[in-house]
Nanobody, 124 residues
């Protein structure tokens, strides 16, 4: 069983940065891959980035490449999403999710545990 709690969201101006954190419980967290997803109001949920259990493999959605970076610290049971050069289009509720697959796809059904989300709002 893994429980996930996101934090770090907030209101920022376009061009600024935020770092989201995903705090996980569970002694076996270092065996789970983790993904970040987001859902804007009135839109479908979309995958943002994912990282393997070891942290050696990552993947990003095209719309965040070069701006966002996912990382993890398994000693602290934490996963991070560094978001730079934020745009109003990045406004959404951001979720982290854990998967017991070696490297899950970007599909939500590959993930077994979800957090409640943290809101990111970017003003123009």
């Amino acid at each position: 069983q893994v429980q996930l709690v996101e934090s770090g969201g907030g209101l920022v101006q376009a061009g600024h940065s935020l770092r989201l954190s995903c705090d996980a419980s569970g002694r076996t967290f270092n065996t789970y891959a983790v993904g970040w997803f987001r859902q804007a109001a009135g839109k479908e949920r979309e995958a943002v980035a994912r990282i393997s259990a070891s942290g050696t493999r990552t993947s990003y959605a095209d719309f965040v490449k070069g701006r966002f970076a996912i990382s993890r610290d398994n000693a602290k049971n934490m996963v991070y999403l560094q978001m730079n050069s934020l745009e109003p289009e990045d406004t959404a509720l951001y979720y982290c999710a854990a998967s017991d697959r070696v490297f899950p796809t970007s599909l939500g059904r590959d993930y077994d545990y979800w957090g409640q989300g943290t809101q990111v709002t970017v003003s123009s």
